[in-house]
Nanobody, 114 residues
Framework: QVQLVESGGGLVQAGGSLRLSCAASGNIFGINAMGWYRQAPGKQRELVATISSGGRTNYADSVKGRFTISRDNAKNTVYLQMNSLKPEDTAVYYC????????WGQGTQVTVSS
């Protein structure tokens, strides 16, 4: 089993920044990609960004140029730096990784006020 614990969500004004962290623990040997998804009220969960164990990144078009995903393999932690936040970024953000199955964190709320 792999456990994912997120931190760093909160309330911020439009144009502000937040940094999310997600620490993986447990049977982490062999985990590959890590990333972030989000789910806004009434909407489906959607990809935000992913990063492979080798550092290759992938971003949703809606966050390109504003969000940066990074990874510290020594600490088994993935980060999401979110700049120039918009009200439409408001959502619960979920950390994700995969091994023989998908694993999800409990989610952290990000609220951007206009």
């Amino acid at each position: 089993q792999v456990q994912l614990v997120e931190s760093g969500g909160g309330l911020v004004q439009a144009g502000g920044s937040l940094r999310l962290s997600c620490a993986a623990s447990g049977n982490i040997f062999g985990i590959n990609a890590m990333g972030w998804y989000r789910q806004a009220p009434g909407k489906q969960r959607e990809l935000v960004a992913t990063i492979s164990s080798g550092g290759r990144t992938n971003y949703a078009d809606s966050v390109k140029g504003r969000f940066t995903i990074s990874r510290d393999n020594a600490k088994n932690t993935v980060y999401l730096q979110m700049n120039s936040l918009k009200p439409e970024d408001t959502a619960v953000y979920y950390c994700y990784t995969t091994k023989t199955r998908d694993y999800w964190g409990q989610g952290t709320q990000v609220t951007v006020s206009s």
